[in-house]
């Protein structure tokens, strides 16, 4: 069973954001701020991380023309991903030439499935898909949230 906790914060979508640097370029962390309370993450197993490495600025981040490209392919792969809480995005994370969307989704193996019927630029989309099991949410906890204390309060 899906947990309603989550299913909560994804439908209040409150965002919160983090930045810094590494590598000597800027890291910018947006995440969901209402995860940060939730206890119950049951159904959501699996860690899916998406990578896009992108044409970059001088500080590593994005043209124009890519943060067109990158976001229309995220507002496709969020209703391909989240339309039913089959996934959700917790962050996302952009430095150095790269954006890296972290979900955590019931099953893999269907979030793929979906990203592959998505529709499609005659370009493919340059994205490379990682995964893991996370059923406690170790990577967002500890390795995002752990790092995001001084964040900036949730964006309505």
Do not use: H
């Not at 910018?28 to 993450?41: H, P, Q, T, Y």
């Not at 197993?45 to 044409?55: C, D, G, K, S, V």
């Not at 991903?81 to 972290?102: A, H, K, Y």
Request: proline share 6%; hydrophobic share 40%.
């Amino acid at each position: 069973m899906l947990s309603a906790q989550v299913q909560t914060a994804v439908t209040r979508d409150l965002w919160a954001m983090a930045e810094g640097e590494n590598n000597e370029k800027p890291l910018i962390i947006r995440f969901r701020s209402e995860l940060r309370g939730v206890a119950d993450v049951s159904g959501y197993p699996e860690l899916l991380l998406i990578n896009w490495n992108y044409e970059s600025d001088k500080d590593g981040l994005p043209t124009d023309a890519a943060v067109e490209a990158i976001d229309d392919f995220e507002d496709l792969m969020l209703a391909a991903l989240e339309r039913d809480f089959q996934s959700v995005l917790v962050c996302v994370i952009t430095n150095d030439g790269s954006r890296q969307w972290v979900f955590y989704t019931s099953g893999v193996d269907e979030a793929a499935n979906r990203i592959n019927a998505m529709p499609q630029k005659p370009k493919p989309y340059p994205i490379e898909l990682l995964t893991d099991d996370d059923a406690e949410w170790a990577y967002f906890k500890d390795n995002i949230l752990g790092e995001c204390d001084d964040a900036e309060p949730p964006v309505e």
